[in-house]
Structure formats: C-alpha cells, structure tokens
C-alpha cells in the first residue's frame, strides 16, 4: 500500500496488507482526527517504510503506556503512531493511505476501543468487537 500527508512531505509504503483496523474513540485520538474516532491499520513495524520527517508528540495513554503520535510538520496531518504497550507494531492513520489501495485491501474495522468516550455523534461499528475501553 501507498500512502502519504496531505502535503506529500511525508510517504509511507507497505508490504503488503494490514493485520487489522481499529478505530479508537479515545479523548486524545478525537483530539487528533478533529473529533471522530481514529481508524488505524496495525501493521508489523517491518512492513512499513516511511519517507520524509515526522514531528512527534509523546503523551501517557489512560493504561498509563507512552504512545507516540507522528505529524507532517508542514502540513499537520497525522501520519503514524507507535504505542509502549505494543512496541513490535506500527499504526497508520488509514486516511493516508490511497483511496484505491484500502478498497483494494477491503479494509473493514475489526475493533472498536473507547467506545465509552465516543462522541454523540459519532457512530460505532456494532459489526466489530466492541470494547468499552482499550482491549487489555
Ligand atoms: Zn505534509
Ligand atoms: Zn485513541
């Protein structure tokens, strides 16, 4: 998969396919997405190759884990983030990724976390585990 910001600053290309998509609906992600949920791909560190160089903020999650959000400093757009509690793994923001590349892949969410602080507007998808908070 192809990806990149919206400047273009920043490139990300994968091989191949994402393990999963989660959208999390947790406080700090809406702060990041504007106010939805955040849907990301996991994708095993290795797969993923980013070009170009990424602002980051470090910030304790509610587990009480360090996750690391990565922007374009010129554009602002989110990119990628990496979390202490799951160091082998990358997360990338599915937005970035090409429109055909996630239709090709058929990329659905899996897992729903945070669901407790979702915004009233904003819709959960009930076809996916669903979990209140984060999954551990
Ligand atoms: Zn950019
Ligand atoms: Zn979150």
């Known amino acids: ?59 304790k999650a509610d587990s009480g884990k360090g996750v690391e959000r990565s922007f374009c400093p010129k554009c602002g757009t989110h990119v990628y983030s990496k979390a202490e509690a799951a160091p082998d793994m990358i997360f990338v923001k599915a937005g970035t990724i090409d429109r055909a590349d996630l239709d090709a892949a058929d990329v659905q969410t899996a897992m729903v976390f945070y669901a407790a602080s979702a915004q009233p507007f904003s819709h959960i998808d009930e076809d996916a585990q669903v979990f209140e908070t984060s999954p551990s």
Request: charged share 15%; aromatic share 6%; hydrophobic share 30%.
């Open 1 to 59: 998969m192809k990806g990149q910001c919206l400047c273009g600053a920043i490139t990300i290309t994968t091989n191949g396919e994402p393990v999963m998509m989660s959208k999390c609906h947790c406080r700090d992600c809406q702060y990041i997405s504007g106010g939805e949920a955040s849907p990301l791909l996991f994708f095993p560190m290795d797969n993923v190759e980013i070009q170009g160089t990424a602002s980051t903020f470090e910030k």
